[in-house]
């Protein structure tokens, strides 16, 4: 089945090639995407992630690159209501903190999305999961939620209390994040584990300067 043609992009395309800018109004830049993709480990346990949200999350990855166009991703959706009020004890947060024993109880989040492969791992199975991940976070951050990509778990576990028959490569956990969250631009070679002060999560990040080669 062809998707139909998106008549304000082609549009928007076209008056691009003729030299005619277009600006979008209320449309966050990818830059601002970017700053406010930031891994919450503290949730609004109030705000109930709907699964129509998970959904439109979800969506965008039959618009996302492939290798070799093979989408051997799928997708497990967990709200609160289906599983996701339990799932964190199979997940492991903040392991540059342990002795917070994250997340504090009462900000767990309670939806998920569980991605999974119809094939074996491989390192362009691990890139398509990069590319995916990313682009879901992204999209969590544009309908007003955060989110955070978890690898730390036991799969087997999680197969088992899924009923999965595929294998779990990693979890997006989904919610209204409620942490402060700010980087810091470091010189490379500096300490680049995160850490906590006066109720501010830091993140190290390497300055432009010092990644270009």
Same mark, same amino acid.
């Given at each position: 089945m062809i998707m139909a043609d998106n008549y304000l992009e082609k549009r928007e395309e076209a008056l691009r090639s003729a030299g005619r800018l277009v600006v979008r109004?209320?449309?966050?830049?990818?830059?601002?995407?970017?700053?406010k993709n930031r891994?919450?480990?503290?949730?609004?346990?109030?705000?109930?992630?709907?699964?129509r949200q998970l959904e439109t999350i979800v969506s965008v990855n039959n618009k996302i690159p492939s290798g070799k166009n093979g989408q051997v991703?799928?997708?497990?959706?967990?709200?609160?209501?289906?599983?996701?009020?339990?799932?964190?004890?199979?997940?492991?947060? %903040?392991?540059?903190?342990? $002795? #917070?024993h994250l997340p504090i109880p009462g900000t767990e989040p309670q939806a998920f999305i569980v991605v999974c492969s119809t094939c074996p791992e491989t390192p362009t199975v691990d890139i398509d999961l990069g590319i995916s991940l990313q682009s879901m976070a992204l999209k969590a951050v544009e309908i007003g939620l955060n989110a955070i990509i978890i690898r730390a778990f036991n799969r087997e576990e999680v197969k088992v209390a899924l009923g999965l028959e595929l294998e779990p490569?990693?979890?997006?956990?989904?919610?209204? %994040?409620?942490?402060?969250? $700010? #980087?810091?631009?470091?010189?490379a070679g500096s300490d680049l584990r995160y850490y906590r002060r006066d109720g501010i999560h830091f993140v190290p990040k390497i300055s432009i300067s010092d990644l270009l080669l």
């Open positions: 109004r209320n449309t966050p830049s990818l830059d601002t995407l970017l700053l891994s919450h480990r503290a949730y609004d346990v109030s705000y109930k992630v709907a699964m991703l799928r997708f497990k959706l967990l709200d609160a209501s289906t599983g996701g009020a339990d799932f964190c004890r199979y997940l492991r947060f %903040g392991g540059y903190l342990p $002795e #917070l490569l990693a979890v997006l956990a989904v919610g209204k %994040g409620t942490e402060k969250i $700010e #980087l810091v631009e470091v010189p």
